[in-house]
C-alpha cells in the first residue's frame, strides 16, 4: 500500500487517505456509536408515521373552502392571490367545517398580516407588490382600498418608484439621478398593470449611451469614450452598473 501511494501524486494520495479516514469514521460511528435500533430504516419509517397520525387535524384544504364559497374562489381564481391557500390568510378552518356557524375562520383585517408579504424587501421579486407601512395609507386597513381575494390596485401606480423603490434610491444619488426612466427603458402601458408578463426594454446598442458619452456628443457635461476602442465587444451596461455608472 505505501508503495502504491508513492507512486502517485502527493494530491492523489494525500485524498486517499482523508477518503480512507472519513469512511472508516463513519463505519466506527455507525457500528459502535449509534443504537441499533436508529440504524434500521424501518425504525424511522414507523414512528414518522405513528406521529404524524397522532396530530390533531386542523387544516380543511382548499376544496373544502371551494365547495362552500365557490362564489369569492371564482373572484380569487382570476386574481392576485390565486396561488395562496384559503387558510393562509384565514387560518386553520376543519372546526368551522364541522360546525360553520359555531366556528367562524378569522379574518384578516389589521395592516400588519397583510405587511408579511408586503412590506418591501429587496430580496422579493422583481414586480411583487410591496410598499412602505408607514407611508403608504397610514394607519387605514388594506381592505379599505383592496378586495382581498383579487388586491387589485384602486389606481394604477404613475410613479417607477412605486415598485422599483431600491434602483430610485441608487438612482438618486448616482451621476443619472436626472435622468427620468423612461429615457433609457420602454414601458408597455401592461407593464403597470401585469408587470412581469409586459417587462420595460433597455438599450441593446453601445451607440444608444454614446449618444451622451461618445465623442462627438452635444452633452458636454457627460463622460466621454470612444465608442470604436472602448471595450467594442461589450454592451455598455455589461460593464456599468446604468443606476449608479462611475463619475467622469
Known amino acids: 500500500m505505501a508503495r502504491s501511494l508513492r507512486k502517485l ?4 494520495a494525500r485524498l486517499l487517505i482523508v477518503f480512507t479516514l472519513l469512511i472508516g469514521g463513519v463505519v466506527v460511528i455507525r457500528q ?39 362564489d369569492i374562489d371564482g373572484i380569487k381564481r382570476d386574481g392576485y392571490h390565486r396561488d395562496l391557500s384559503c387558510e393562509t390568510c384565514h387560518g386553520p378552518a376543519m372546526l368551522h367545517t364541522e360546525d360553520p356557524g359555531e366556528n367562524m375562520p378569522s379574518t384578516p383585517r389589521k395592516r400588519e398580516e397583510c405587511a408579511i408579504c408586503h ?30 381575494h ?6 394604477v401606480p404613475r410613479e417607477c418608484t412605486a415598485c422599483h423603490a431600491e434602483i430610485e434610491r441608487t438612482k438618486s444619488v448616482s451621476p443619472h439621478a436626472l435622468l427620468e426612466c423612461t429615457t433609457c427603458h420602454e414601458v408597455p402601458e401592461g407593464h403597470r398593470i401585469t408587470p412581469r408578463d409586459f417587462k420595460p426594454t433597455k438599450p441593446t446598442r453601445r451607440e444608444f449611451c454614446g449618444e451622451c458619452h ?11 469614450i470612444d465608442l470604436e476602442t472602448h471595450e467594442p465587444k461589450y454592451v455598455c451596461w455589461q460593464c456599468h452598473y446604468p443606476h449608479m455608472p462611475e463619475g467622469g
Open 9 to 12: 501524486p502527493d494530491q492523489i
Open 32 to 70: 459502535f456509536v449509534i443504537p441499533a435500533r436508529l440504524r434500521e430504516s424501518g425504525f424511522h419509517r414507523d414512528t414518522a408515521i405513528e406521529k404524524e397520525l397522532s396530530r390533531e387535524v386542523r387544516f380543511a384544504g382548499s376544496q373544502a373552502c371551494i365547495d362552500c364559497h365557490d
Open 119 to 148: 412590506t418591501y424587501d429587496p430580496s422579493r421579486p422583481t414586480g411583487f407588490p410591496q410598499i412602505n407601512p408607514v407611508a403608504h395609507n397610514p394607519l387605514r386597513p388594506c381592505m379599505t382600498c383592496h378586495n382581498p
Open 150 to 155: 383579487d388586491p387589485k390596485p384602486p389606481e
Open 214 to 224: 461618445g465623442i462627438g456628443s452635444r452633452v458636454v457635461e457627460a463622460p466621454k
